[in-house]
C-alpha cells in the first residue's frame, strides 16, 4: 500500500535553509490522482499545510511561506521534497509528508497517508 | 484564510458514550458544482501521524468503524462517535478543502471520563 518517509537533518542552526526528503513507496509518484504535499505540526501553529507539488512539478504553496519555501519532485527516485530558506525557532516543527487526493473537477483535497513524521528543530 | 475552529478544546466521555464534537468554518466550502462539502476529519493518537476518517463531510474512509460519523453543511460541522471506545481516545481535526490555503482546526482532545 502507499506509504511515505520523511528524511532529513533534525537540527538546523537559525537563518540556514532546512531541507527535507519524502520517499514514495507502493504507489506511483506519477499519478494523475494525487498531489504530494508537505504539512508540518507545532504547538503553537498546531498543524500547517505548507504547500503541494504534481509529479509534473506544478506546485501551490502556503501565501504564508511561499516567499520562503521550494518543493520540487524526483520521478526517477519516487521523492519529492521541501527547502525552507531562512529558519528561525518558529520553523520548529514535527514535519510530516502527505498525500493530497486530487479531483479533476474540485482541485485539491484531503490526505491521505501521511508519513510518521520528523522532528525538525531550528537552533545554534 | 478560511478559518476552522473546533469546539469543545477537550471533551471527556465515559465508555459506551456518545461523544460529539463541533467545527465550524469562517466561510462556506460547499461546493455548488457537486453540492459537497470540502471538510475532512482526522484522528491523531500520541506519537503518529493524523489519519483521515472522513471526507466530504461524511464519507468514511474504507476500514473505519461505523461508530464514526460526520455530518452538516455550509459553514457548520460535526464529528459523532456513537459509543466511545478506549481506542478511541486521540485528538481530532477538522480541515477545509474549499480553497488555499488549506486549513485544519485546532483540535480536540478526545479523553475518558
Known amino acids: 500500500q502507499l506509504q511515505l518517509q520523511e528524511s532529513g537533518p533534525g537540527l538546523v542552526k537559525p537563518s540556514e535553509t532546512l531541507s527535507l526528503t519524502c520517499t514514495v513507496s507502493?504507489?506511483?509518484?506519477?499519478?494523475?490522482?494525487?498531489?504530494w504535499a508537505w504539512i508540518r505540526q507545532s504547538p503553537g501553529k498546531g498543524l500547517e499545510w505548507i504547500g503541494s507539488?504534481?509529479?509534473?512539478?506544478?506546485?501551490i504553496y502556503n501565501p504564508s511561506l511561499q516567499s520562503r519555501v521550494t518543493i520540487s519532485v524526483d520521478t526517477s527516485k519516487k521523492e519529492f521534497s521541501l527547502q525552507l530558506t531562512s529558519a528561525t525557532a518558529a520553523d520548529t516543527a514535527v514535519y510530516y509528508c502527505?498525500?493530497?487526493?486530487?479531483?479533476?473537477?474540485?482541485?485539491?483535497?484531503?490526505?491521505?497517508?501521511w508519513g510518521q513524521g520528523t522532528l525538525v528543530t531550528v537552533s545554534s | 484564510d478560511i478559518v476552522m475552529t473546533q469546539s469543545p478544546d477537550s471533551l471527556a466521555v465515559s465508555l459506551g458514550e456518545r461523544a460529539t464534537i463541533n467545527c465550524k468554518s469562517s466561510?462556506?466550502?460547499?461546493?455548488?458544482?457537486?453540492?459537497?462539502?470540502?471538510l475532512a476529519w482526522y484522528q491523531q493518537k500520541p506519537g503518529l501521524p493524523p489519519q483521515l476518517l472522513i471526507y466530504?463531510?461524511?464519507i468514511r474512509e474504507s476500514g473505519v468503524p461505523d461508530r464514526f460519523s460526520g455530518s452538516g453543511s455550509g459553514t457548520d460541522f460535526t464529528l459523532t462517535i456513537s459509543s466511545l471506545q478506549a481506542e478511541d481516545v486521540a485528538v481530532y481535526y477538522c480541515q477545509q478543502c474549499y480553497s488555499t490555503p488549506y486549513t485544519f482546526g485546532q483540535g480536540t482532545k478526545l479523553e475518558i471520563k
Open positions: 466530504w463531510a461524511s
Open positions: 466561510h462556506g466550502i460547499l461546493y455548488t458544482s457537486n453540492n459537497k462539502n470540502c
Open positions: 507502493g504507489a506511483s509518484i506519477t499519478s494523475s490522482n494525487y498531489y
Open positions: 507539488i504534481f509529479f509534473t512539478g506544478s506546485t
Open positions: 502527505a498525500t493530497q487526493y486530487y479531483d479533476f473537477l474540485t482541485g485539491l483535497k484531503w490526505f491521505d497517508p
